[in-house]
């Protein structure tokens, strides 16, 4: 379960769009960071994406992906053009009649394919007509669903709502979240709906599955983003944006991650329940500007755990270790930060009072510095994406080495046994 906003020019401090999106997907379901680049086709050329095999585009632009290890497509991404989306899972009344282009693949595609955030709203469009949207979207066992998209670009947003094999979309007056359910009514601007009697057709109204949206908290989440960045609007920065990633509402230290049945806080922790088996296993935030184009990705579980760090198209990728698997792969950065977090979790409000005010510090730097970089020449770029990483890495190490010579056990049975199932099935060293 998962939550996307963004802010337009008119709304933040820089001018820039910022998009950001908390990636929440299963416990063990390892999110990689992996940047791909510009390439060619020939006529005819097809690509297999997660379930089926579709036609390949002429040119697929250079992108930097957040993505479950196992999928084909992505929960978060931008390109070298500025154009960034995040998506959600979404819950309609259609059930799909093949395996198509789930919603992990739309979010690929549309970044890939498009240079505006207008034309990665007809990629995903075309697709979700041509081809569907059926097929698992889950690491473990059969679980299908829609998909809701937010898609931005240097100058605009559009919000897009996928149900079955129909679709429409939105634009973005200023700053908006979206969640896990449908928020388009008959006030959308394009759609594969066609008008009846000069009206046009409620897509909420025709699609939601209102109970599904419930269990999931999808509404209450996506209000508090939206309050938060109006309370903000005209000076929203990225520090903001990471803020609103890591809320867990007005008063944090009530936040009890066992007990609460039902997932309505943004910066997402698994608890024993069967609604919230999912995690912030990722999260980014984009900076697209004229000025050039600038990520910042976790690459790391638990937002409000982790330090975001910048990535730039145009200097080489920092070392993030070996790609991450479903089970701990020994040198993959993902799962090293695993063995701070699972640790942290046991006394939650202590221990990310203390992780959070030495990556605070680390952020607050790289924060700072950052506008200048983003214009700065390649050398300079490489040099702060590479002390930016090690840095905070340097901080996760120590983190790591004190909790494991700390004893810090969880004392609520049920999420206790929670984690030993999950921490068993990853075979995660104790």
Same mark, same amino acid.
């Given at each position: 379960?998962?939550?996307?906003?963004?802010?337009?020019?008119?709304?933040?401090?820089?001018?820039?769009?910022?998009?950001?999106?908390?990636?929440?997907?299963?416990?063990?379901?390892?999110?990689?960071?992996?940047?791909?680049?510009?390439?060619?086709?020939?006529?005819?050329?097809?690509?297999?994406?997660?379930?089926?095999?579709?036609?390949?585009?002429?040119?697929?632009?250079?992108?930097?992906?957040?993505?479950?290890?196992?999928?084909?497509?992505?929960?978060?991404?931008?390109?070298?053009?500025?154009?960034?989306?995040?998506?959600?899972?979404?819950?309609?009344?259609?059930?799909?009649?093949?395996?198509?282009?789930?919603?992990?693949?739309?979010?690929?595609?549309?970044?890939?394919?498009?240079?505006?955030?207008?034309?990665?709203?007809?990629?995903?469009?075309?697709?979700?007509?041509?081809?569907?949207?059926?097929?698992?979207?889950?690491?473990?066992?059969?679980?299908?669903?829609?998909?809701?998209?937010?898609?931005?670009?240097?100058?605009?947003?559009?919000?897009?709502?996928?149900?079955?094999?129909?679709?429409?979309?939105?634009?973005?007056?200023?700053?908006?979240?979206?969640?896990?359910?449908?928020?388009?009514?008959?006030?959308?601007?394009?759609?594969?709906?066609?008008?009846?009697?000069?009206?046009?057709?409620?897509?909420?109204?025709?699609?939601?599955?209102?109970?599904?949206?419930?269990?999931?908290?999808?509404?209450?989440?996506?209000?508090?983003?939206?309050?938060?960045?109006?309370?903000?609007?005209?000076?929203?920065?990225?520090?903001?944006?990471?803020?609103?990633?890591?809320?867990?509402?007005?008063?944090?230290?009530?936040?009890?991650?066992?007990?609460?049945?039902?997932?309505?806080?943004?910066?997402?922790?698994?608890?024993?329940?069967?609604?919230?088996?999912?995690?912030?296993?990722?999260?980014?935030?984009?900076?697209?500007?004229?000025?050039?184009?600038?990520?910042?990705?976790?690459?790391?579980?638990?937002?409000?755990?982790?330090?975001?760090?910048?990535?730039?198209?145009?200097?080489?990728?920092?070392?993030?270790?070996?790609?991450?698997?479903?089970?701990?792969?020994?040198?993959?950065?993902?799962?090293?930060? @695993?063995?701070?977090?699972?640790?942290?979790?046991?006394?939650?409000? *202590?221990?990310? $009072? &203390? =992780?959070? %005010?030495? #990556?605070?510090?680390? @952020?607050?730097?790289?924060?700072?510095?950052?506008?200048?970089?983003? *214009?700065?020449? $390649? &050398? =300079?770029? %490489?040099? #702060?994406?590479?002390?930016?990483?090690?840095?905070?890495?340097?901080?996760?190490?120590?983190?790591?080495?004190?909790? &494991?010579?700390?004893?810090? #056990?969880?004392?609520?049975?049920?999420?206790?046994?929670?984690?030993?199932?999950?921490?068993?099935?990853?075979?995660?060293?104790?």
């Amino acid at each position: 379960m998962c939550d996307t906003f963004v802010a337009l020019s008119n709304s933040t401090a820089s001018g820039s769009v910022y998009l950001a999106k908390s990636a929440d997907t299963e416990v063990n379901e390892a999110e990689y960071v992996v940047r791909y680049p510009r390439r060619e086709y020939g006529d005819g050329a097809m690509v297999r994406i997660t379930h089926r095999v579709v036609p390949q585009a002429r040119v697929t632009h250079q992108t930097i992906l957040g993505r479950s290890f196992w999928a084909w497509g992505a929960e978060i991404g931008c390109n070298s053009h500025g154009v960034a989306a995040g998506n959600e899972a979404a819950f309609s009344n259609q059930a799909p009649d093949e395996d198509g282009t789930c919603c992990l693949d739309l979010l690929r595609l549309a970044i890939e394919r498009a240079t505006t955030a207008s034309e990665a709203v007809d990629v995903i469009g075309h697709h979700v007509e041509t081809f569907g949207q059926g097929g698992n979207c889950q690491m473990m066992g059969n679980f299908w669903f829609d998909s809701g998209l937010l898609v931005a670009d240097t100058h605009e947003a559009y919000v897009v709502n996928c149900a079955g094999r129909h679709w429409a979309s939105r634009k973005v007056e200023d700053v908006m979240s979206i969640s896990n359910r449908f928020q388009i009514t008959d006030d959308w601007e394009r759609s594969s709906l066609v008008p009846e009697n000069g009206a046009k057709p409620n897509f909420r109204a025709r699609f939601a599955d209102e109970k599904r949206e419930q269990e999931v908290a999808a509404y209450e989440r996506e209000c508090r983003a939206l309050q938060l960045l109006r309370a903000r609007k005209g000076s929203i920065t990225v520090k903001d944006m990471a803020d609103i990633l890591r809320d867990v509402g007005e008063n944090p230290e009530a936040y009890n991650i066992p007990d609460d049945d039902r997932p309505t806080h943004i910066c997402m922790h698994a608890g024993p329940h069967d609604s919230r088996f999912w995690h912030a296993t990722g999260a980014m935030i984009s900076d697209a500007s004229e000025d050039g184009v600038l990520v910042w990705m976790t690459a790391t579980s638990a937002t409000d755990l982790s330090a975001f760090k910048p990535l730039f198209f145009d200097v080489p990728m920092p070392d993030i270790g070996l790609p991450p698997q479903g089970t701990y792969v020994e040198g993959s950065l993902w799962w090293k930060h @695993e063995r701070l977090h699972r640790r942290a979790v046991a006394d939650y409000h *202590t221990l990310k $009072r &203390e =992780i959070r %005010a030495d #990556f605070d510090t680390l @952020e607050s730097e790289f924060f700072t510095e950052a506008p200048a970089v983003k *214009t700065a020449p $390649r &050398e =300079i770029k %490489a040099e #702060f994406v590479d002390d930016c990483w090690r840095r905070a890495e340097d901080v996760t190490d120590r983190w790591i080495d004190k909790l &494991e010579k700390s004893n810090h #056990f969880i004392g609520h049975a049920a999420y206790r046994a929670m984690w030993e199932r999950f921490n068993r099935e990853a075979s995660f060293p104790g």
